[in-house]
């Protein structure tokens, strides 16, 4: 049977393989090149096995699989800024052809969840012809959490979740990040069975057994899909489906991920599977390149692990503690701009007086404070969106304080605060 680092397997005697995704050395399964390798090679394994009739899909940890890895995310920031369009675009779709070769298998796919699928632990979900996820709220959460980071789930998310489920779900869930747990996605449709951890494994391979010629949806001849409630032919679609979705035009200007998922959306809608797919690519590629969806990346998530690591988000780091309580301090900054309904504007003033005060105190070490930014951008999600922005202009600001740069600070209060980092 097919074995390595990644994936274990064992056939049954009905043919059907159980492949365990567990990577050594991790505490959760995520997507890295080494893991598309084990991927890829199982998929060829099967593909020429005749013994084997069809693969339940499942984790040998305690969540399914958490996203992408955070290596993979830092090379695609950087290649980002240096590689021509048709090389990123062979790099950045790779996992989503994996995907869509795994989608086309003759033999069926059923992803048997047994915990956390984000990102793309969901996209492969997607891909895989039938899902049954265990029966537990608190241990299992399905979503495609990118806009979070500035980005969309560009493996095939935008076109399946909404063809899956509908648009008026599906594009909330790829507008928010926000997941659902068992109960609304088999509500939704989302996944075909909800069962308890003993019945997990058995009910994946009995649906397996059951599809000897495995189609997706969108793969069936005539496939069509109603993008109802929404217009995909409106000239005003963008601005209807944000309005409908909560996301304000200051949010539409100036985070480039909100219309780029609308584009993907809308954009492949009529299309065949492959070719929408492909367009969903070319507005990833293009989003990637986009310095603004880059430093996110960097501000919302690379740099926040950083900060975690340094110990900057713990208790008593020196960011929490005394006079120099800069989480604490932007926290209340934040509750107070929610209470009386603050704009936008109002939240950076009062999030950047309480920085410059933390910063001004005189103890707070440069290192340090060069991780304001992934802080702050940790703990306001709400700022429009993902607060790349705001959280740079914050952390500059404290950081010119800190070096007595008063023109700086000068510069930094005469530019917009939508102004580019």
Request: glycine share 8%; proline share 5%.
């Amino acid at each position: 049977m097919f074995n390595d680092a990644n994936i274990q397997t064992e056939l049954d005697a009905d043919g059907i393989l159980l492949a365990r995704i567990d990577m050594q050395g991790r505490t959760m399964n995520v997507f890295s090149r080494a893991m598309m390798d084990s991927l890829d090679a199982l998929m060829t394994f099967v593909a020429g096995e005749p013994a084997v009739k069809g693969v339940v899909l499942t984790s040998g940890k305690s969540a399914f699989l958490a996203g992408a890895d955070l290596d993979m995310i830092r090379v695609f920031t950087e290649r980002a800024k240096v590689d021509a369009v048709p090389e990123l675009n062979k790099l950045f779709g790779h996992l989503g052809r994996l995907f869509r070769r795994l989608e086309l298998s003759t033999k069926p796919y059923v992803a048997a969840i047994n915990g956390l699928a984000l990102g793309g632990g969901l996209e492969v979900a997607l891909a895989c012809h039938a899902r049954v996820v265990l029966d537990d709220e608190k241990a299992v959460q399905l979503g495609l959490p990118e806009i979070k980071l500035g980005l969309l789930p560009g493996a095939g998310g935008t076109q399946r979740l909404p063809r899956l489920i509908g648009t008026e779900k599906g594009l909330q869930m790829l507008l928010s990040g926000d997941p659902v747990g068992p109960a609304e996605a088999l509500k939704l449709k989302l996944v075909d069975a909800v069962v308890p951890a003993d019945q997990l494994i058995a009910k994946a391979k009995e649906i397996a057994r059951s599809m000897p010629q495995p189609r997706a949806l969108w793969d069936r001849h005539g496939a069509a899909f109603d993008a109802a409630p929404y217009d995909f032919s409106s000239p005003v679609v963008t601005a209807t489906i944000a309005k409908a979705v909560g996301i304000s035009d200051y949010q539409l200007q100036y985070y480039p991920a909100y219309t780029a998922i609308i584009n993907c959306v809308v954009g492949g809608w009529n299309l065949p599977l492959t070719p929408a797919c492909e367009h969903e690519m070319e507005i990833f590629v293009e989003l990637m390149r986009d310095p603004v969806a880059g430093n996110m990346v960097r501000t919302l998530f690379l740099n926040r692990l950083k900060a975690s690591k340094l110990g900057l988000l713990a208790p008593d780091s020196v960011l929490t503690r005394g006079e120099h309580a800069l989480i604490p301090a932007l926290k209340a900054a934040n509750d107070q701009a929610k209470a009386t309904g603050a704009d936008e504007a109002t939240k950076l003033a009062l999030a950047t007086v309480a920085a410059l005060r933390c910063a001004a105190a005189g103890t707070v070490e440069q290192p340090e404070l060069a991780d304001v930014a992934a802080v702050v951008g940790g703990l306001f999600p709400s700022y429009a969106g993902g607060p790349f922005t705001h959280a740079r202009q914050i952390g500059a600001a404290a950081l010119a304080k800190l070096a007595g740069n008063d023109a700086a600070i000068a510069a930094f209060f005469a530019e917009p605060a939508t102004a580019a980092a």
